[in-house]
């Protein structure tokens, strides 16, 4: 039986790509909203109450309404937005952390889906606490840069103007307050006792973004070597489609550096371990719209209907 699928904010980018994803699929159907309905909270519950998962492709505060919409105890919701990431009952979306996060994505009613910013610095940290590698309290920062498209569509019609302002020709530097809406997040799946400093960065390109976190290796609770920091790696996500530790040296493929735009378009991620022996930088790179947005978000789907994970997405 197909699953009735609803899409709550289907204009956003994020919505539109996780429609795209359903082309060619045979287990579903798409419940649709008449197009003048679409912000009309009536409307909006007898489509959400009819559907078997809804997802939600809207700002916080229209996602927290959208929750309180449903009424049958069936409806699976599958959130793209910030509001609900770190609430207790949610299961938050990245399956690869642990066969308790898989468990919790498979079983659960309400999921979360972890932001693009967050699913890098998540990638790389998480199996550090895990593992006991770096204490709760170690001081971490992170960096990162990313294409536009994650900005929404006022942004991007921004940076697709003919007649835009010359800052946007160049990569630009925000969240100087550091209080970057990821960072509660961050903090709280990967156990920190203290926000990470981090400092992201918005480019002229479409999609794709790479996350890396500089380690000292003394701030690590076992001495490692470059080798054995990235075997812990691999070993930790050893038999994950959807997350690949590269090579060690596979940066030089690329002139030992890492391009945002390297994997547009693609729904994995790449772990890079690099550095010497007495600095480590690990580093994320995926694309904002795939396993940073709307491929999770349909990962989670698949995971729920017992599928392939990767039906419908492009690894």
């Not at 793209?80 to 990245?94: I, L």
């Not at 998540?122 to 204490?135: C, N, Q």
């Not at 022996?277 to 349909?298: H, M, P, T, Y």
Request: glycine share 8%; proline share 4%; charged share 25%.
């Amino acid at each position: 039986m197909k699953k009735k699928i609803y899409i709550d904010g289907s204009e956003g980018t994020t919505g539109l790509r996780i429609h795209e994803r359903f082309q060619g699929r045979d287990d579903v159907e798409i419940l649709t909203i008449n197009p003048e309905l679409r912000k009309d909270p009536e409307e909006r519950r007898k489509m959400i109450n009819a559907s078997d998962i809804t997802f939600l492709c809207l700002p916080d505060a229209a996602s927290i309404e959208s929750v309180s919409l449903v009424e049958n105890e069936n409806v699976t919701i599958i959130d793209t937005s910030t509001a609900h990431r770190t609430n207790e009952g949610w299961a938050y979306g990245f399956p690869e952390l642990s066969g308790k996060h898989r468990d919790a994505i498979k079983n659960g009613k309400r999921i979360a889906v972890p932001g693009c910013y967050a699913t890098g610095f998540i990638s790389l940290v998480y199996p550090l606490t895990a593992g006991e590698l770096i204490a709760k309290d170690c001081p971490l920062s992170s960096f990162g840069i990313s294409g536009y498209s994650g900005a929404g569509k006022k942004v991007i019609a921004v940076y697709e103007d003919e007649n835009r302002e010359k800052m946007y020709d160049a990569p630009r530097e925000y969240a100087l307050s550091q209080s970057h809406k990821h960072l509660k997040e961050m903090q709280a799946i990967t156990g920190l006792e203290r926000k990470p400093l981090f400092s992201p960065i918005i480019a002229d390109y479409y999609s794709g973004m790479v996350v890396s976190v500089p380690l000292y290796a003394d701030f690590l609770q076992k001495k490692m070597s470059l080798e054995e920091l990235w075997s812990y790696f691999n070993e930790y996500y050893k038999g994950e489609a959807f997350i690949k530790v590269m090579p060690l040296g596979s940066e030089e493929e690329t002139a030992n550096m890492l391009p945002g735009n390297e994997c547009s378009g693609w729904d994995g991620l790449r772990i890079y371990v690099t550095g010497n022996e007495e600095r480590f930088v690990l580093s994320a790179q995926f694309d904002n719209l795939g396993k940073g947005a709307s491929g999770a978000a349909i990962q989670c789907m698949n995971i729920i209907m017992g599928c392939d994970e990767a039906k419908g997405l492009n690894l």
